[in-house]
């Protein structure tokens, strides 16, 4: 089954204005982790949201996690053309240490 | 800041070759793993190593997969007789502590041809 699905698939918006993504999974989890991947590149470590934790900050970047929706979401504030990538959310489950991948959203922002 | 480091950053090999993939690992860190991304694909779990043997290993990694660790330093993915679907990006990580962030490094793109 698929551990980290996010949506939408494709986003795209205006240099200035928000990005929100969503990701769902289906089993209990340590933490959840965003990643950004730029074209071609490797993969960024953004933020990780541990499962007892609701909200973390950094820079333009918001994650929240709802366990009880098995849910979290990104939001990154005030895009830049730079902010054009592929996010993605990746879960660790709960005794466990790899994680698990969703598909991804693309990101594109034009100036 | 420390970095995962993987060597070499592309690699072209003929079908049915074998290709040893090369990760230095952030030094200090006790897990390790190999991932995957098929072109335009999600990134899929291989394989997780800690205390010098496979943790867990995905449905992926047959016995065409081998992975070790042969000093305190290298970590390496072993793919025996290529096939043209092994052609991805191979992405190895690394962790500290259970429950913090894993870094992974940029990746060795092998194209089997």
């Known amino acids: 089954s698929q551990q980290g699905e996010e949506d939408p698939q494709a986003l795209s918006i205006q240099e200035g204005e928000n990005a929100t993504m969503n990701c769902s999974y289906k089993?209990?989890?340590?933490?959840l982790q965003w990643y950004r991947q730029n074209s071609g590149r490797g993969l960024v470590h953004l933020i990780l949201i541990r499962s007892n934790e609701r909200e973390k900050h950094s820079g333009r970047l918001r994650v929240t996690l709802d366990t009880s929706k098995k849910s979290s979401s990104l939001l990154i504030t005030a895009s830049r053309a730079a902010d054009t990538a592929s996010y993605f959310c990746?879960?660790?489950?709960?005794?466990?240490?790899?994680?698990?991948f969703g598909a991804g959203t693309i990101l594109r922002v034009k100036s | 800041e420390p970095e995962v480091t993987q060597t070499p950053s592309h690699q072209v090999t003929q079908m049915g070759q074998e290709v040893i993939l090369r990760c230095v690992p952030i030094s200090n860190h006790l897990y390790f793993y190999w991932y995957r991304q098929i072109l335009g694909q999600k990134v899929e779990f291989l394989v997780s190593f800690y205390n010098n043997e496979i943790s867990e290993k995905s449905e992926i990694f047959d016995d065409q997969f081998s992975v070790e660790r042969p000093d305190g330093s290298n970590f390496t993915l072993k793919i025996r007789s290529t096939k043209l679907e092994d052609s991805a990006m191979y992405f190895c990580?690394?962790?500290?502590?259970?429950?913090?962030?894993?870094?992974f490094g940029q990746g060795t793109r092998l194209t089997v041809v």
């Open positions: 089993t209990s989890i340590n933490n």
């Open positions: 990580a690394s962790l500290g502590l259970p429950n913090t962030e894993a870094f």
């Open positions: 990746a879960t660790v489950v709960e005794y466990g240490n790899k994680l698990v």
